[in-house]
């Protein structure tokens, strides 16, 4: 699976846009990008995922560049309770084989 | 829907001592779970994949003899942590693919696990 680079922490105010950015510029054709949260002392929360085109669900919304080597995760109003730590992983989708390596993630703080 | 639950959500136990941590998914039949360690600070590191019916696959540098798992039936993964020592000391978490949501991981909870 390819590897990603997420920044180590982002602060947002409560209410605005908390844009997320993730590098994967070795992403292969059949690697989708994932991306998961973790509130403190809890188990990660799916987000989005997504191919090529841009996705947009009830929580968030996922760019993917035209060249795919890059992504950002879009919270369209944070609030207090997206404090946490977001995983950005590449993998490929669609196999009975769901491995997913995490990295460091970005730690997200919201605040009033 | 999609509902992994874990029990129980913390131990305390005495070094030397076996504990069995329980994976279930509550709405879904998993043929497929894994089970996952996270020191604090640190990142999830994927420890072994859990298939209903067969052997685990452990990664590389786990110990399938210290962390047993069982995976007996579609709803249900167990782990245990064998002769627990004060570095086994972490948090233990399961998730479980639903293959109607194309082989979408959801996790459990989580189980805190101290060894005194």
């Known amino acids: 699976d390819a590897k990603t680079t997420q920044p180590t922490s982002m602060d947002c105010a409560e209410g605005r846009a908390a844009n997320l950015p993730c590098n994967h510029s070795t992403i292969s054709g059949n690697e989708y990008v994932y991306w998961y949260r973790q509130i403190h002392s809890q188990g990660p929360q799916y987000i989005i995922h997504g191919l090529k085109n841009n996705e947009t669900n009830e929580m968030a919304s996922l760019i993917i560049t035209e060249d795919r080597k890059s992504s950002t995760l879009i919270l369209p109003h944070a609030t207090l309770r997206d404090t946490a730590v977001y995983y950005c992983i590449v993998r490929v989708g669609g196999t009975s084989y769901g491995k997913l390596t995490f990295g460091q993630g970005t730690i997200l703080t919201v605040h009033p | 829907g999609a509902v992994v639950s874990q029990h129980p959500s913390w131990v305390i136990c005495k070094s030397g001592t076996s504990v069995k941590i329980e994976c279930r998914s509550l709405d879904f039949q998993a043929t497929t779970m894994f089970w996952y360690r996270q020191f604090p600070k640190q990142s999830l590191m994927l420890m072994a994949t859990?298939?209903?019916?067969?052997?685990?696959?452990?990664e590389q540098g786990v110990e399938k003899d210290k962390f047993l798992i069982n995976h007996a039936s579609l709803t249900l993964s167990t782990l245990t942590v064998t002769s627990a020592h004060p570095e086994d000391s972490s948090f233990y978490i399961c998730?479980?693919?639903?293959?109607?949501?194309?082989?979408?991981?959801?996790f459990g909870p989580g189980t805190r696990l101290t060894v005194l």
């Open positions: 998730s479980a693919i639903l293959a109607e949501a194309y082989n979408e991981q959801f």
């Open positions: 859990s298939n209903e019916g067969s052997k685990a696959t452990y």
